[in-house]
Structures are given as structure tokens and as C-alpha cells.
Nanobody, 116 residues
Framework: QVQLVESGGGLVQPGGSLRLSCAAS????????MGWYRQAPGKQRELVAT???????NYADSVKGRFTISRDSAKTAVYLQMNSLKPEDTAVYYC??????????WGRGTQVTVSS
């Protein structure tokens, strides 16, 4: 019933920027935390950034100062602004939502490739 759909991925050169979007829809009656995770080939999925319903944000050390997570006014979408991208940022980026009293939902992911 709940859907999270990512968009905005693509190919960018080192030092470039991308903005990812996650649209939430379906039977959502509470939003506790939303966030972005990423998974590179052969590696485990890792946390990138989170935003709590009240607006508090948290970031992985590897992206602090470069990435910014935000949401729209209606809380129907969450975004990840990625600046100063590095090749090691290459991964599939997944939107995650802790919703409806504590249930985790995942999007299908969007590919980000940082390469020259």
C-alpha cells in the first residue's frame, strides 16, 4: 500500500552535483523518520542521511558538508542534494521511510554514477 519512488540519479563527473527525490504515496498515517541509504556493488547497504519528522537531520561522516537532506512542506517528498561528488559516492541510492508506527519501507533505488 505504501510506495516510495526515487528519481534524479544519473551520471555526473567528480565535483559535480545531483539532486535525488523520493515521492511517498499510499496509506501513510504517520511519518517518523525518512532517509537515504546507498549500496555499491559488492558492498553492504549503508546509511547516508536521515530527517526526523520534526526536522532534525543526521548524516554519515563520509557525506557531511557535501550532502543535504530535506523535505517538502507537505512532507510528501524527501530530497537529497549531493554536491562535490566523488567516485566513491557511486552506488544505488535508496529512499527509506520509518512509517505507520515503526514499519520500514524501501524504494527500488536510483543509480548514481560519479566518473570522469
Amino acid at each position: 500500500q505504501v510506495q516510495l519512488v526515487e528519481s534524479g540519479g544519473g551520471l555526473v563527473q567528480p565535483g559535480g552535483s545531483l539532486r535525488l527525490s523520493c515521492a511517498a504515496s499510499g496509506s501513510i498515517f504517520s511519518i517518523h523518520v525518512m532517509g537515504w541509504y546507498r549500496q555499491a556493488p559488492g558492498k553492504q547497504r549503508e546509511l547516508v542521511a536521515t530527517i526526523v519528522n520534526g526536522g532534525t537531520t543526521n548524516y554519515a561522516d563520509s557525506v557531511k558538508g557535501r550532502f543535504t537532506i530535506s523535505r517538502d512542506s507537505a512532507k510528501t517528498a524527501v530530497y537529497l542534494q549531493m554536491n562535490s561528488l566523488k567516485p566513491e559516492d557511486t552506488a544505488v541510492y535508496y529512499c527509506n521511510g520509518l512509517l505507520n508506527g515503526g514499519i520500514n519501507y524501501w524504494g527500488r533505488g536510483t543509480q548514481v554514477t560519479v566518473s570522469s
